[in-house]
Structure formats: structure tokens, C-alpha cells
């Protein structure tokens, strides 16, 4: 009952984002304000100013939880008694974590979009194009697909949830950076920062890309990608599959307490 108590807890936290959201794009996203891109931007809880969205250091802890409580609350033998076999288990867990945190943060971006046409109709402004905005809102759905099964995987292998939450909060917003910097530096290498996973889920978040736009220089720099957006996509799923696939090999052979 706890589980599903935190999962509405979460829920609600991000439901109110999306409002929030909402309401910026309904205050500045009228006729010279907002463009495609910020919006689109702005619905997907702002990765490029927190370095992954907002959302996603909420909802990974779905995946942490799913795979720690289990021995944490010493629970894993009931799991395990019930279900087929401990693969099953994991599988469950990261099916389910995932699909639910997607689905939320998928609904409260739409809801933020639902929040912000209706303030700008109310205000006599322009609408924005719903349309273009779809690949945006489609890959945020992806990228927050794997957001809790990269955690949970990341648990299932390390064995306790404190260790994941801190590399979680810090990798993207400052290891991966001094990766990318270091990765600059050394002759050959300096592609290879384009594909590191979290600078390739922000070139999948951002779709839609101006480069006419005055401060575009400063959204690359923010992406720290300059891959297409489908191929950091694929980058971002494959690296959260490998965690997922290599926690779950730890998982089965884990004695259960």
C-alpha cells in the first residue's frame, strides 16, 4: 500500500509541474513570445536548463524503489515464491515502473499543453501549432520510458538505492559534463561526447531546432549533442537497455534475503 501511496504522491508532484508549465506557456508563449521549440521545451519540464527534465529526477525513483524495497523490506522471498522465476520478478518491476512513469509524465505535459491553449484563448492569443509539437511530446514519452528502467537496473546491480539516486542527480548535470569535456580534449575522441547517454537524450528532446534562432549557440551548448534527435533516441534507449539487461543478470543470481 505504501508503493501505491508514493506512486500517487509522485503523480500529483509532477501533475502540478505540468500545470505550471502550463500556465508559462499560457503567460509567455502568445504572439512574439514563446517559440515552437521553448514550448515544446517548457512541456517537456525544461531538460535543456536542468540538464534532463524535471520529471524524469522525480519518476526514476519508481525504478529504485521497485527493486530495492524488495530486500530492503526483506520481501524478496515472497516475490520470488509467487512469481515463475526472479527474471520474471525484474522484468515486472521494470515493465511496470516504466510504463507508469512514462504515462505520467506523458499526461502532465499534455495537461500543461491543455492549460496553456486555454489561457492563451483566453487571452485572445494564437494557439500553438499542436502538430509540431507531437515528435517533441513523442520522444519525451521514450526518454522517460527509460528513465525509471535505467534506475531500476542500476539498483538491481549495485544493490542499494543510495548509491543510484546521487549518480542519477549528478550525472547528468555534472559528470557527464566534465566527461565531455575531458573527451574534447583528447585528439580522436572529441565526436565521442556527442553519444554519451544523457547528451544524447537532450539531442532526442529537442526536435525542433532553429538554427536562424540568435541564441542557438547557447542551446547547443546547453544539448552538448549536436547528433540528430533520432539518433540520440536510439542512444539513450540502447544504453538503458544494456543497464537494464545487465541488472537483471545480477537480479537472478542475487540470493534473496
Known sequence: MSSFKSLWVLACIVALLG?????DVGVHGGEG?????TVAD????????????????????????????????????????VLSSRRT???????????????????????????????????????????VLVPSL????????????????????VGRSVPVIIVLLLWPLVLERLAGLLLRKVPGFGDVADYLPF????????????????????????????IHPGVGLVVFCLFAAF?????GLVFARRDAP
Open 19 to 23: 500545470v505550471a508549465n502550463g500556465v
Open 138 to 157: 513523442a520522444s519525451f514519452a521514450l526518454v522517460m520510458l527509460c528513465w525509471p528502467a535505467l534506475a531500476a537496473g542500476m539498483t538491481a546491480l
Open 89 to 131: 520478478a525484474y522484468l515486472a518491476k521494470v515493465a511496470v515502473t516504466s510504463v507508469a512513469a512514462s504515462a505520467i509524465a506523458l499526461g502532465s505535459a499534455l495537461l500543461g499543453l491543455v492549460v496553456g491553449c486555454a489561457i492563451l484563448g483566453f487571452c485572445g492569443d494564437a494557439l500553438p501549432d499542436v502538430l
Open 243 to 247: 543497464v537494464v539487461v545487465a541488472g
Open 199 to 226: 547528451a544524447a537524450a537532450r539531442a532526442a528532446l529537442h526536435c525542433l531546432r532553429d538554427e536562424n534562432d540568435p541564441d542557438s549557440g547557447f542551446t547547443r551548448a546547453l544539448l552538448g549533442s549536436d
Open 33 to 37: 513570445g514563446y517559440s515552437p521549440a
Open 42 to 81: 517548457t512541456l517537456q519540464f525544461s531538460p535543456l536548463a536542468s540538464q534532463a527534465p524535471m520529471s524524469a529526477f522525480i519518476l526514476f525513483a519508481l525504478g529504485v524503489t521497485a527493486v530495492a524495497t524488495e530486500y530492503a523490506q526483506r520481501t524478496a522471498r515472497t516475490t520470488f515464491l
